[in-house]
C-alpha cells in the first residue's frame, strides 16, 4: 500500500486551532472566510468558530474524480458565489490542502480579477488571503498559512470512510 499521510478528527482539531492561532498572530482578521467546496467546508467552519468570524460563502470547485485522477482543469460548479460580496473585505480562503495548488489559484485569481473590475478604491478593494491545512511541494501557488507539509496522498477525516448508500 502506498504511503499516506492520515490525519484524524483529533488531529484535525488540533491543525484547525493552530492554523487559527497562525492567522490571528500575523494580525490579520478577516471580514469574511470563503470554503472551496467540499474539501475547504470543514476547515472553513472550524477556523471560522475559533476566531469568531460568522460571514462565511463557498466556491464549489472539483478537481479529482479519485484519489490521483484529475480533470483537465479545476471547475467552478454552480451555486456560483456573489464575488461583489467580497467588495472592501479582507477574505480568508480556506481549503483542506494545496496539492497542484490548481484550485487554490483558480480561486484566488477569480478574486484578483475580481479586482481589476473595480475602480480601486479603498472601499472596494478586495485583499484575499489563503489557509491550507496541507501543501504539496508541487504546488504552483504559495498559501499566506500552511499548517504542515507533505508529499503524501492525505486522508482526511471526512472522506476517508465508505459512502453510506441507500
Ligand atoms: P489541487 O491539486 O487543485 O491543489 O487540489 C484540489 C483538491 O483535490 C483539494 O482541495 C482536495 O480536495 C483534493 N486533493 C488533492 N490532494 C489530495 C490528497 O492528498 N488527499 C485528498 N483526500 N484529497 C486531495
New binding site residues.
Given amino acids: 500500500a502506498p504511503d499516506r499521510?492520515v490525519l484524524t478528527w483529533e488531529g484535525f482539531g488540533d491543525a484547525s486551532r493552530e492554523l487559527t492561532q497562525q492567522i490571528v498572530d500575523s494580525g490579520w482578521i478577516p471580514d469574511l472566510i470563503v470554503a472551496?467546496a467540499?474539501?475547504?467546508l470543514i476547515p472553513a467552519g472550524a477556523i471560522a468558530y475559533a476566531m469568531d468570524v460568522k460571514a462565511i460563502g463557498t466556491m464549489n470547485?472539483e478537481?479529482?474524480s479519485g484519489?490521483g485522477e484529475?480533470l483537465e482543469e479545476?471547475q467552478l460548479l454552480p451555486p456560483l458565489m456573489d464575488v461583489s460580496a467580497m467588495d472592501g473585505k479582507r477574505v480568508l480562503v480556506v481549503?483542506?490542502?494545496?496539492?497542484?495548488?490548481?484550485?487554490?489559484?483558480?480561486v484566488m485569481d477569480l478574486i484578483d480579477e475580481h479586482g481589476l473590475t473595480l475602480d480601486g478604491s479603498a472601499a472596494v478593494r478586495v485583499e484575499a488571503r489563503s489557509a491550507v491545512i496541507?501543501k504539496?511541494p508541487v504546488?504552483i501557488i504559495e498559501p499566506d498559512y500552511v499548517w504542515a507539509y507533505?508529499d503524501?496522498?492525505?486522508?482526511?477525516p471526512w472522506?476517508?470512510l465508505p459512502v453510506i448508500k441507500p
Fill in positions: 499521510e472551496i467540499r474539501g475547504g470547485v478537481f479529482y484519489i484529475t479545476p481549503d483542506d490542502v494545496a496539492d497542484s495548488g490548481k484550485t487554490l489559484k483558480m496541507y504539496k504546488s507533505t503524501k496522498w492525505i486522508n482526511f472522506s476517508t
